[in-house]
T-cell receptor, first 113, second 113 residues
Framework: AQSVTQPDARVTVSEGASLQLRCKYS??????LFWYVQYPRQGLQLLLK??????VVQGVNGFEAEFSKSNSSFHLRKASVHWSDWAVYFC???????????FGKGAKLTVSP | DPKIIQKPKYLVAVTGSEKILICEQY?????MYWYRQSAKKPLEFMFS???????DNQTASSRFQPQSSKKNHLDLQITALKPDDSATYFC????????????FGEGTRLSVL
């Protein structure tokens, strides 16, 4: 069965510093991978998506992620974090883009001044 | 303007009662979904519909019944409510084809007393 692990439940980064949020997936076959962000009291917003192709995908607000088949990973990165990035970030995997998403437990990002 | 409308935003119910969560999307999508987010579990898939037909059901309890009266509607009826049903319920939708990530509504936060 497909599953996602986000090993870092809480991450604190200084404003302006770089960020990496880790995501490991377990899936037999070709995965479709996603990163979503959830701001307080809001729904999930799509940051970026990976479909088989270029392993580095660009998202909104300066986020990017890199797919690694050998490491079964899809880590999220940002070069310079802004205070408005303070949110919970979810990694998700699906077999097909239209089928169910399996989510990780999320990583709560705190941005310190 | 939100394109996926969920009503109500907040809902308080007593144990044993029945509630209907409303979801409408104005994105022209033909696939719709329900997900649940609670304090005890990560975001979990419940149902998917395509062209108003049930495609996947990962909810063990028959107390949860999706209802699709129009192609842009997917409501969720919950009967015999229990305190464990307390959660935020997210509706999502996506376009047809294998290249579309689901977009989420802002959720209905249900509290069962």
């Amino acid at each position: 069965a497909q599953s996602v692990t986000q090993p870092d439940a809480r991450v604190t980064v200084s404003e302006g510093a770089s960020l990496q949020l880790r995501c490991k997936y377990s899936y037999f076959g070709t995965p479709y991978l996603f990163w979503y962000v959830q701001y307080p009291r809001q729904g999930l917003q799509l940051l970026l998506k990976y479909y088989p192709g270029d392993p580095v995908v660009q998202g909104v607000n300066g986020f990017e992620a890199e797919f690694s088949k050998s490491n079964s990973s899809f880590h999220l990165r940002k070069a310079s974090v802004h205070w408005s990035d303070w949110a919970v970030y979810f990694c998700a995997v699906s077999m097909l883009a239209r089928s169910k998403l399996s989510f990780g437990k999320g990583a709560k990002l705190t941005v310190s001044p | 303007d939100p394109k996926i409308i969920q009503k109500p935003k907040y809902l308080v119910a007593v144990t044993g009662s029945e509630k209907i969560l409303i979801c409408e999307q104005y994105l022209g999508h033909n696939a719709m979904y329900w997900y649940r987010q609670s304090a005890k579990k990560p975001l979990e898939f419940m149902f998917s519909y395509s062209y108003q037909k049930l495609m996947d059901n990962q909810t063990a309890s028959s107390r949860f019944q999706p209802q699709s009266s129009k192609k842009n509607h997917l409501d969720l009826q919950i009967t015999a409510l229990k305190p464990d049903d307390s959660a935020t319920y997210f509706c999502a939708s996506s376009r047809g084809g294998c290249n579309q990530a689901p977009l989420f509504g802002e959720g209905t936060r249900l509290s069962v007393l």
